[in-house]
């Protein structure tokens, strides 16, 4: 990753430094938000072309073959979410999310001034979701899941307050 133009004429590094570094946390963040944009817009428009019953045969064979009790309650949770009724449900919330996390990862790319507070509303929303699922079933997954949304959250906030 290269240094930003405006630090190679600077006499002041450390301010130059912190610019570079800052830079390249908000770049992290842009990638991850488009990167899930287009993995939830991929997985919406699958579930609009592919025929439902050959969804649902995947799923019951992959459960037929699975033994860990995690991925029987995922496959479970996935057949029932496959089924006709659910269906365009699931599809348009992961449209909704796709266009979101593309509007979120956006705004910070292009520097908006409300892109932070944009991306840090988002992201706390889903903290008391994610606190509800830890107190049901403590997982490293879960936890190391709501210590980044956190960390994303109060990255944003701070950045957004200068």
Not at 100 to 117: D, H, I, N, T, Y
Not at 137 to 161: E, G, P
């Amino acid at each position: 990753m290269r240094r930003p133009e405006s630090c190679f004429g600077s006499n002041d590094f450390s301010t130059c430094e912190v610019r570079w570094r800052v830079k390249a946390g908000v770049q992290l963040i842009v990638a991850y938000k488009f990167a899930r944009a287009v993995a939830a817009a991929v997985a919406a428009l699958a579930l609009c072309v592919v025929d439902p019953s050959t969804l649902s045969t995947f799923v019951d064979t992959l459960h037929a073959h699975l033994t860990s009790h995690l991925a029987l309650l995922v496959s479970s949770a996935v057949t029932s979410a496959l089924a006709p009724p659910h269906l365009a449900l699931v599809a348009g919330a992961l449209g909704l999310d796709a266009v979101v996390c593309f509007v979120e990862g956006w705004s910070l790319w292009k520097e908006k001034r409300w892109g932070p507070w944009f991306v840090a509303a988002a992201a706390t929303v889903l903290v008391p979701f994610e606190v509800t699922a830890i107190v049901q079933h403590v997982s490293a997954v879960r936890v190391i899941a709501l210590l980044l949304n956190v960390a994303i959250v109060i990255y944003l906030f701070m950045r957004a307050k200068r």
